[in-house]
DNA sequence: GTTCCACTTCAAGACGACTTGAGGTCAAGG
DNA sequence: CCTTGACCTCAAGTCGTCTTGAAGTGGAAC
């Protein structure tokens, strides 16, 4: 396969490809030419890499996660770990926020139970975490016609 | 107080809570020659910030949230109802993780459930949303001795 | 054998949230 | 009055993940 079928297949644009392979994450079978050649087991290592990626890792990491010797069970179970106590918090934010959209006082100065989550981040601050948003996919450019 | 006496107790570097002055997300009470005199509110103020931020506004819509017009409580339930999506999507590759590092198979390929996660993902990527790390809070200059 | 155009490389730009550095100001203490 | 040094401004740099653009290459169709 052309890097544009790969493209295609895996949904994403020939220059994530590149700079996927430049990272070490993936490799061409070969060149035809100065053309990447790939066969259908790319496919199956980006769905890997989109995985692993939605759960958190860095594509450094990924680099180091898929190393030499297979998956590294270590690195999964700390991942799966530090997910744990990302959902927690989150899911406790999410209630916080539910509460604060609902709650009547004209101003959350007013609102305790906001009072209170705003008493424990002045204690210990989170800022341990940050959950950028989606971004909105911009795809554009390099497109076989 | 002055910005060094806010930095501390918010636990943030000046250069971030001038950052904020210039986003519009927090104001000085007036200045003091050129030094920018703050009084304990903007500790409320900031702690708000932290809390949302960590629920994944970034900055920008930050400064919707907290418009003129109070907390917007849209927002709030938007983000809520996103949090819970995230939550699920997170929770099971949590267990798809821990799924993988217990498996047995020595390469990946060898293992079912795994193999359902790639499929599932060659189906329809996730790509919507990512999941960056802690970064690690390299604070450092700027301190008050 | 010439043309076409999908590919190639490499450098630079984009974005969000800050940080860093150079050079300047000014209130307070000696 | 002079010095000190915490503050100031503004421009530029950083980090990660890509994207974009300019300029070049070469397989395949005609």
Request: charged share 30%; aromatic share 4%.
């Amino acid at each position: 396969m052309d890097i544009a079928d790969v493209a295609q297949r895996a949904g994403l644009p020939a220059s994530t490809l590149r700079y996927y392979e430049e990272k070490g994450l993936i490799a061409p079978t070969g060149r035809h030419g100065l053309r990447r050649q790939y066969d259908e087991a790319v496919l199956e290592r980006l769905a890997l890499i989109g995985v692993v990626r939605s759960a958190g890792f860095s594509l450094d990491e990924i680099g180091r996660l898929l190393g030499e010797r297979g998956l590294d069970r270590e690195m999964l179970t700390a991942r799966a770990e530090e997910l744990d106590r990302t959902i927690t918090e989150l899911a406790a934010l999410r209630d916080s926020l539910r509460h604060a959209a609902a709650c009547p006082a004209p101003t959350h100065r007013e609102c305790p139970s906001f009072q209170q989550l705003l008493r424990a981040e002045l204690d210990h601050p989170v800022r341990t975490r940050t959950f950028p948003r989606p971004a909105g996919i911009a795809r554009s450019g390099e497109r076989r016609s």
